[in-house]
Nanobody
Framework: QLQLVESGGGLVQPGGSLRLSCAAS????????IGWFRQAPGKERERISC????????NYADSVKGRFTISRDNAKNTVYLQMNSLKSEDTAVYYC????????????????????WGQGTLVTVSS
């Protein structure tokens, strides 16, 4: 069974940091492009970052550029999202998703190119 499991969410104060993990099981992430998405209450889901399987090409939404860093460790079959300088508006459920035909670039492909989704992890930024 193909599965992605996110972890690392929690409550953090504004200005703080968290590192989210997205661990794959049942398949190898090497040839998958991975996206990190988030959905805040009452808002549409947005893609905030992605990383390619080959070459490690990355992309960030303007809302997180300079504060978040995506990385992958293929040996651990895991993708990470380091989140620094967190703001209250970063509060959301964060999801990772993977697709072999999902091309990571400025353009956000349709969800149909994502084959596997995680269950999400809640990040709350509050004092």
């Amino acid at each position: 069974q193909l599965q992605l499991v996110e972890s690392g969410g929690g409550l953090v104060q504004p200005g703080g940091s968290l590192r989210l993990s997205c661990a794959a099981s049942g398949f190898t992430l090497d040839y998958y492009d991975i996206g990190w998405f988030r959905q805040a209450p009452g808002k549409e889901r947005e893609r905030i970052s992605c990383i390619s399987g080959i070459g490690g090409r990355t992309n960030y939404a303007d809302s997180v550029k300079g504060r978040f860093t995506i990385s992958r460790d293929n040996a651990k079959n895991t993708v990470y999202l380091q989140m620094n300088s967190l703001k209250s508006e970063d509060t959301a459920v964060y999801y990772c998703a993977a697709g072999r035909s999902y091309y990571c670039s400025d353009y956000v492909p349709a969800d149909r190119y994502l084959e596997v989704w995680g269950q999400g992890t809640l990040v709350t930024v509050s004092s």
